[in-house]
């Protein structure tokens, strides 16, 4: 008995949308391929008839879960009041913090992607790209030059600040890490 085209594409859909969560909150070496198929609700033998490969799930999943964070650019976008200070204090948060599987994949991802192929790093720097030009448009004054370098200085501090909040074991720490970083980018960009 034969499965629809599009039975096929929603299950091909619901791979990647678990592996775009799992990878984000375990690592792309964090979770296997039966363990994936399984909690998607599908066997490990249908793996081959979605992927030639598991880089080519790892790269459709790494793109999703940067997709994910296109949707938090258009959000910020409508934000009237304040955008830049609400931007910082979100991606800050402890809500952020321990939202691996639906967190920024620019910080949880990194990583991953640095040892990965070039397909999901050309997405990655997509996104990067799409996440400086967002902060260059919030950052007031200046020349467009001076906007992007504060934007790319921002950027490394929001990612930096998550990830050394996220790997301390000190809970006071972390939080410490979260404010101050907060605080200082807001002090240096509003």
């Known amino acids: 008995m034969g499965h629809s085209k599009a039975e096929k594409d929603e299950s091909h859909e619901r791979i990647v949308r678990v592996a775009a969560s799992r990878f984000r909150e375990a690592g792309v070496d964090g979770i296997g391929v039966a363990d994936l198929m399984k909690e998607a609700g599908l066997t490990h033998g249908g793996f081959y008839r979605h992927f030639d490969s598991r880089d080519q799930l790892v790269a459709e999943a790494i793109e999703r879960a940067l997709k994910d964070g296109g949707r938090a650019v258009e959000a910020v976008e409508q934000i009237k009041q304040a955008p830049l200070a609400r931007l910082v204090d979100g991606y800050l948060s402890t809500a952020h913090r321990d939202g691996l599987a639906t967190s920024c994949a620019v910080t949880t991802l990194a990583g991953d992607v640095a040892r990965s192929n070039d397909r999901a790093r050309s997405a990655y720097t997509r996104q990067v790209g799409t996440y400086l030009d967002l ?7 200046e020349s467009q ?28 720490l972390s939080r410490e890490i979260l404010k101050s970083a907060a605080e200082e980018l807001k002090a240096q960009l509003e």
Do not use: F, W, Y
């Open 135 to 141: 902060l260059t448009r919030l950052i007031a004054g």
């Open 145 to 172: 030059k001076e906007k992007r370098t504060k934007a790319i200085a921002a950027l490394s501090a929001l990612v930096g600040a998550v990830s050394l909040a996220r790997a301390v074991n000190d809970e006071k």
